[in-house]
């Protein structure tokens, strides 16, 4: 299998919003409707003043750009577009970032800026694949309407998909780099996923999921060589039941009471206003403080595993005997008292290994 590297554009490589440049640029020479670049304008300074959210601001922008376009050529847009790439400024760290994630795999653009210029950007960066916001055309004119609108999550995710199976690709060990909540269509999906300039939203879900930010005050490029660095790492801890395992991880950070807590029949979570609440731990990696409640959780785990609904493996910051005897009875690999507080280095959906015969996690 192969490996990628996502990347969106506006806000994450490019300091701005290409859509709202373009279409000042186009304006300029007259293949813009002037009225739909004022409207344009409205709505992003709407979305900078938080009258609207990002999603709305998407949706209507994408539809104005359209409009703005209508009854124009083609061809004539791309003769623009080629001319327009060559003027952008993108962030400092934008160029090296790229070509360094280049060296681990694919590297793949999948943005909500409109493909015609776009997929310029190949051959400014290097990316393997390019993917923006299209508008309907015909007979080689643009008809005012919106094919694909990429700046949306379910399109993102859409060509994820398809990305995925043509290309065979390992989310598990490949990278994600997005400023925004839309971005999390492949942020949560990729081993690796990083928040660069991330707007509000993101930055909630990249703290409740320990993925690492970066603003351009950062050094971007040494915090992604760390992150490469540590790609593949021990970390030791107390060996509590043996074996070992593999899987995705699955993070609370709430104790989790086994017995009247989790469904032994299905390994979902029912305890009410739980972090985990609806939420499966059957075949994940899990990862919590320690166990609470009755002890017969020891008894709740061990029918989870006869039932087939039990953790792959367990991962305590402090063990205490209801976690540690129900893993034991149930023969389910766990560990506790890691070097470092798994709770924080960890993500969601990350994939690794628990080798509880050396009390190792492996990264």
Known sequence: MKTASFFDIDGTLFNGFIMNEFSKHLLQKNLFEKKYFEKFSTYIKDYQEKKITYRKASLVLSQVYALGLKGRKKKDIEKEAEEFVKKLKFFSYAMPLVKLMQSKGMIIAMSGAPIDPAVYLKDIFGFDLVYGTELVVKDGVFTGEVKTNLVIREEKEMILAKII???????????????????????????????????????????????????????????????????????????????????????????ISFFGGVDPDTGVVVESGHELEGKCVGGKILVFPHGKGSTVGSYTLYRMKKNGVAPKAIVNRECEPIVAVGAIIAEIPAIDMLEKDPLKILRNGQKVRVDADKGVLEL
């Not at 997005?178 to 939203?201: H, I, M």
């Not at 970066?214 to 992604?224: A, C, K, M, Q, W």
């Not at 540590?230 to 509590?240: D, L, N």
Request: hydrophobic content about 30%.
């Open 165 to 255: 199976k043509e290309h065979n690709i390992d989310l598990m060990q490949s990278f994600g780099f997005g400023d925004t909540e839309q971005d999390v269509s492949f942020l949560e999906k990729v081993g690796y996923p990083v928040a660069l300039n991330p707007n509000t939203e993101l930055k909630k879900i990249a703290k409740r999921n320990n993925w690492p930010c970066f603003t351009p005050g950062d050094d971007v490029l040494e915090g992604i060589k760390n992150i490469l660095k540590a790609e593949k790492k021990e970390i030791k801890g107390r060996t509590i039941s043996k074996g070992s395992a593999e899987g995705e991880v699955i993070i609370s950070h709430e104790p």
